[in-house]
T-cell receptor, first 116, second 117 residues
Framework: AQSVTQPDIHITVSEGASLELRCNYS??????LFWYVQSPGQGLQLLLK??????LVQGIKGFEAEFKRSQSSFNLRKPSVHWSDAAEYFC??????????????FGKGTHLIIQP | NAGVMQNPRHLVRRRGQEARLRCSPM?????VYWYRQLPEEGLKFMVY????????ESGMPKERFSAEFPKEGPSILRIQQVVRGDSAAYFC???????????????FGPGTRLTVL
């Protein structure tokens, strides 16, 4: 079974500073990888995804993530954070089987705090 | 194109009552997933359905919980005889059919927050 680890429960970053959120996964093959963001009381919004091909993927809101097979990692980055980026960030792994995709396995999330 | 819709957004039930949570997938999506988010925990997969079929229910509690996705109408997650431990946010996600380039991408609804008194 696959698993996802987000080692940082909380991260505090100053507005305008760069950001990197860590994500490590465990799975025997190359999974599908996702980053979602959740604001308080809201649903999850897809930031970006990796299926195959170029290991550096671009997402919405200026986010990017890099898939590193050798490190089983899929870290999320942003060069300059804005106060509106404060939220909970979830890394997720999925696999495809049969005619569709299985349920996703999520990390426990990283709570991002932005300091003015 | 409307996103995934869930209702109600908030639901309060007393212990022993039934809770029914509804999910309408995005237009053109035929796969529905239900997840539960408990306080201090991440999201946990519960069940994966296609129209009129349960594909994977490995994450569903064995008792009191059931799900359906009928030919017509929304998907329903049903919790019978609720207990305080069922208090959580329940999220629905949908994805397109296989053959679509996005078929393994899940889009989430706003969730239903269930409170059991």
């Amino acid at each position: 079974a696959q698993s996802v680890t987000q080692p940082d429960i909380h991260i505090t970053v100053s507005e305008g500073a760069s950001l990197e959120l860590r994500c490590n996964y465990s799975y025997g093959a190359t999974p599908y990888l996702f980053w979602y963001v959740q604001s308080p009381g809201q649903g999850l919004q897809l930031l970006l995804k990796y299926f195959s091909g170029d290991t550096l993927v671009q997402g919405i809101k200026g986010f990017e993530a890099e898939f590193k097979r050798s490190q089983s990692s899929f870290n999320l980055r942003k060069p300059s954070v804005h106060w509106s980026d404060a939220a909970e960030y979830f890394c997720a792994v999925g696999v495809a089987s049969g005619g569709g995709a299985d349920g996703l396995t999520f990390g426990k999330g990283t709570h991002l705090i932005i300091q003015p | 194109n409307a996103g995934v819709m869930q209702n109600p957004r908030h639901l309060v039930r007393r212990r022993g009552q039934e809770a029914r949570l509804r999910c309408s997938p995005m237009k053109g999506h035929s796969h529905v997933y239900w997840y539960r988010q408990l306080p201090e925990e991440g999201l946990k997969f519960m069940v994966y359905l296609q129209k009129e079929n349960i594909i994977d229910e490995s994450g569903m509690p064995k008792e009191r919980f059931s799900a359906e996705f009928p030919k017509e109408g929304p998907s329903i997650l049903r919790i019978q005889q609720v207990v305080r431990g069922d208090s959580a946010a329940y999220f629905c996600a949908s994805s397109p059919t296989s053959g679509d380039s996005e078929f393994n991408t899940q889009y989430f609804g706003p969730g239903t927050r269930l409170t059991v008194l």
